[in-house]
């Protein structure tokens, strides 16, 4: 979203998805042992995710040669698949 021109974007749908398996007992460790609230606080796991997402564009960004988020903010400058013709004319017409 930040390539296509978002000052900035809410995942809130992650939050919850994440929260809801922590609830669930579907989150592991690097270890492989299932993580329970008790061990893992809600914040915890909300922090957790932040700065795994913040790594990840960063990582991206860098691999692209781009070096400030403003450079990337807008710039358009990717593939889209997996969505119908009508979708990407709708949302993304300057992308191929």
Do not use: W
């Not at 809410?10 to 008790?38: C, I, N, Q, V």
């Not at 914040?43 to 692209?64: Q, S």
């Amino acid at each position: 979203l930040l390539g296509y021109g978002a000052d900035a974007v809410h995942p809130y749908m992650a939050y919850a998805a994440s929260l809801k398996l922590l609830r669930e007992g579907r989150l592991f460790s690097a270890d492989r042992d299932r993580l329970t609230a008790a061990q893992l606080a809600p914040r915890k796991l909300i922090a957790n995710f932040r700065h795994a997402v913040t790594k990840g564009l960063l990582k991206v960004m860098a691999k692209m040669g781009i070096s400030t988020l403003q450079s990337y903010k807008g710039a358009q400058i990717f593939e889209v698949l997996g969505l119908s013709n009508e979708v990407v004319q709708l949302c993304f017409r300057t992308s191929v």
